[in-house]
């Protein structure tokens, strides 16, 4: 019948092991977050430039920074060890 854990001709189980994928996902997020900070970072640069009020443009840059920082420490404390 159908084993779920029954061995692949290749010698691997059909199964990945735990937190494998969740591992990823919070790996490529980490970028994203980072990613999206140092953009609203730069905005937050060039409003004080030419002159903008740079209050909301702070406020979601201080929150994808720190998303970002969550993101980065969930993915290094998650690492198999």
């Not at 730069?42 to 720190?66: E, K, M, Q, S, Y």
């Amino acid at each position: 019948m159908n084993d779920p854990v029954a061995q692949h001709p290749s010698g691997r189980s059909g199964r990945t092991r735990p937190g494998q994928g969740y591992s990823r996902i919070q790996r490529i997020m980490a970028l994203v977050f980072t990613a999206a900070a140092a953009a609203c970072w730069v905005l937050v640069a060039a409003d004080l430039v030419v002159g903008r009020p740079a209050g909301g443009d702070v406020f979601i840059a201080a929150l994808n920074t720190l998303a970002a920082a969550a993101f980065w420490w969930m993915t290094v404390t998650s690492r198999p060890r």
